[in-house]
């Protein structure tokens, strides 16, 4: 009880200089897009997506693009790449009849046991009982 008197009695103070913002600077919502563009391009075509080639679009250090990428949207680039390609996976095992191997490819997965796994994990189930699922329900 005295630690929260104590406490309310003392003086509010800054905890942050006068020119700190949580804002997000526009060049950092700039980059953050060029990197989404890249990301979209290439995984709409099947193509890999090279950290080394994100840095450049970025104009930053490869070891930092995650580093930059976790700070902005709350997960790393990998992570968010993992979530696009299955993303894009599910639209086409709804929209279309392909293979589920076949879509895995065109999102850009070299094997297909890791894109079922992958999707697994964030669908809670396989590829081929989602397209059931949906499509039924």
Do not use: C, W
Request: charged letters at 25%; proline letters at 4%; a positive charge.
């Amino acid at each position: 009880l005295r630690i929260l008197e104590a406490l309310a009695s003392t003086k509010a103070r800054a905890l942050a200089s006068a020119g700190f913002s949580d804002q997000v600077s526009t060049r950092s919502v700039e980059r953050l897009g060029r990197i989404m563009e890249l990301i979209d391009q290439r995984t709409e075509l099947g193509e890999p997506v090279p950290l080394k080639e994100v840095a450049t679009v970025a104009a930053l250090h490869p070891q930092s693009v995650s580093r930059f990428f976790q700070q902005h949207t709350g997960m790393n680039f990998q992570r968010y790449l993992q979530v696009i390609r299955v993303g894009k996976a599910a639209r086409k095992l709804i929209e279309t009849d392909d293979p589920v191997s076949s879509i895995a490819m065109d999102v850009g997965y070299s094997t297909q046991s890791n894109f079922n796994r992958q999707f697994l994990e964030i669908h809670e189930m396989t590829p081929s009982e989602y397209r059931r699922e949906v499509r039924v329900g």
